[in-house]
């Protein structure tokens, strides 16, 4: 079975940073694209950045100029670094493959809040 684990959300002041790690085992890593998504309360969860087994990335308008995400295919990692953020960055984020998916993880919280 699939496992993915996130990590490295917590409280930021508005304009602060966090970089988010996510663990993936039991899968041949370096075959899919992975992403980043957010789920505010009472929202739907949102796709927020993407990046290929190549290493090409994209991203949401609202995290474009602001997030990197990036792979590590060796140690089954894919990390999101936010810049700049904003309070409406406040939501739960989870990683997951983009063209399949596994069971989502707890995913990590951010709050960004003064």
């Known amino acids: 079975q699939v496992q993915l684990v996130e990590s490295g959300g917590g409280l930021v002041q508005p304009g602060g940073s966090l970089r988010l790690s996510c663990t993936a085992s039991?899968?041949?890593?370096?075959?899919?694209?992975m992403g980043w998504y957010r789920q505010a309360p009472g929202k739907q969860r949102e796709l927020v950045a993407t990046?290929?087994?190549?290493?090409?990335?994209i991203y949401a308008n609202s995290a474009q100029g602001r997030f990197t995400i990036s792979r590590d295919n060796a140690k089954n990692t894919v990390d999101l670094q936010m810049n700049t953020l904003k309070p409406e960055d406040t939501a739960v984020y989870y990683c997951n493959g983009i063209s399949r998916s596994w069971t989502w993880g707890q995913g990590t919280q951010v709050t960004v809040s003064s």
């Open positions: 990046i290929t087994r190549g290493g090409d990335t």
């Open positions: 039991r899968i041949i890593f370096s075959t899919y694209a």
